[in-house]
């Protein structure tokens, strides 16, 4: 079982560039999660998707961010253009059945933007 | 909004010892729990979660207590190991199409 998959692992970038993060759920699982970490803020839902489609995006801090999940078993975070204040470490979890069964988190990246 | 918050930020047990992690929560309407587990480097790890219809279920070493009259939270640890060393998570999730909220996180330190 391998588990929720989150690439790449560590990204430094700088400021203004483009940054893609991608996950593959938990093969069979139908709800995907994004979310953000931060020592200040914690754990913070981003957006949910629930068979492909987004449900609630309402977390996304900007129209900078954006998500896609083109098929079951992919998903990306884009954040263009990236900023300092972005640096965090962005978790993928998926679950079976939505919201309220246990969510899966992938091992997360880690982002600085310098 | 309402969130999950945790009295201790950080919980320092002797290894063998029994801990205790507590968390408040103050959505009234929140039915289902979830303890989670994240080491340093790691992503949260799934630990125990209950449902609002029951007020204690026990796992391997692991038992979470609802309170839902004062809406209490908590997570007790039998006999810790070094390897209980992490912060824990509690997060509940509203009624409906709510999602989790998370508690800001325990750190727990065993000490040998």
């Known amino acids: 079982d391998a588990g929720v998959i989150q690439s790449p692992r560590h990204e430094v970038t700088e400021m203004g560039q483009e940054v893609t993060l991608r996950c593959k759920p938990i093969s069979g699982h139908n709800s995907l999660f994004w979310y953000r970490q931060t020592m200040m803020r914690g754990l913070e839902l981003l957006i949910y998707f629930n068979n492909n489609v987004p449900i609630d995006d309402s977390g996304m801090p900007e129209d900078r961010f954006s998500a896609k999940m083109p098929n079951a078993s992919f998903s990306t975070l884009k954040i263009q253009p990236s900023e300092p204040r972005d640096s965090a470490v962005y978790f993928c979890?998926?679950?079976?059945?939505?919201?309220?069964?246990?969510?899966?988190f992938g091992a997360g990246t880690r982002l600085s933007v310098l | 909004g309402e969130s999950v918050g945790l009295h201790l930020p950080t919980l320092s047990v002797q290894e063998g010892d029994n801990s205790i992690i507590n968390c408040a929560y103050s959505n009234s309407a929140s039915d289902y729990f979830i303890w989670y587990k994240q080491e340093s480097g790691k992503g949260p790890q799934f630990i125990i979660d209950i449902r609002s219809n029951m007020d204690k279920r026990q796992g391997q070493r692991v038992t979470v207590l609802l309170n839902k009259t004062v809406k209490h939270l908590s997570l007790q640890i039998a006999a810790t190991q070094p390897g209980d060393s992490a912060v824990y998570f509690c997060a509940d999730k509203g009624g409906g199409a709510d999602g989790l909220t998370f508690g800001k996180g325990t750190h727990l330190i065993i000490q040998p």
């Open positions: 979890a998926s679950s079976f059945g939505g919201l309220g069964n246990i969510q899966y």
